[in-house]
């Protein structure tokens, strides 16, 4: 007979991981490169709560399954009381976080860091791993240390690669005839 294990709220929705969120800074025609207000002023923060829906009427939902249940007995709330269905949710009508021209990083081992991260994700202020920060609705981006960690030691830079490259062809002669420029950049690119 199987069976079967189930996951503690917290082993559900808290998780040894670091999330850092870092504003993006757009240059403004009436401030120069570098102005203290070119994302924020210092001293000041921006407020996020979790956004309507408005083609359901609704809030966003922020959770995966089992999640909302885990979070209400991490929070010592009521069951329901993160219900995203109740436009006049207690709960969800006050909750609200800040932002400084800093960012912040969130540590999702934590219950209100792990919440918040969530809401972030279905915010459409923030923009997530892979995605286009060019895109102008997007005012800070979410990053995965250990994304971004594994991602620049899998793929070093295009001035590293030249300058392995340079390396090789140095310590191994060869005559420019030999060299065929495709077959180097796609060595340098790839």
């Known amino acids: 007979m199987d069976t079967v294990v189930s996951k503690t709220p917290e082993q559900l929705v808290l998780e040894n991981r ?7 800074v757009r240059g403004r025609a009436f401030f120069q490169k570098g102005h203290d207000g070119d994302f924020l002023f210092t001293g000041c923060w921006k407020y996020y709560g979790l956004p309507i829906n408005s083609a359901t009427r609704s809030y966003f939902n922020p959770f995966a399954p089992g999640e909302q249940e885990a979070f209400e ?3 010592n709330l009521s069951k329901g009381s993160l219900s995203t269905n109740d436009r006049k949710s207690k709960f969800w009508g006050e909750y609200s976080f800040s932002l400084d021209k800093e960012g912040m990083e969130l540590d999702l081992s934590q219950t209100d860091h792990a919440l918040i991260f969530r809401v972030m994700k279905v915010n459409p202020k923030f923009a997530k791993q892979g995605d286009d920060i060019n895109r ?3 005012q800070s981006q979410l990053v995965d240390e250990r994304y971004a960690d594994e991602h620049h030691s899998k793929h070093p830079t295009l001035s590293n690669q030249i300058s392995q490259n340079h390396n090789l062809l140095t310590s191994n002669p060869i005559a420019p005839s030999q060299i065929s420029l495709p077959n180097l950049l796609i060595k340098i690119v790839s």
């Open 73 to 75: 007995t991490l929070l």
């Open 18 to 24: 670091k999330i850092k969120v870092l504003p993006i």
């Open 136 to 138: 102008v609705e997007y």
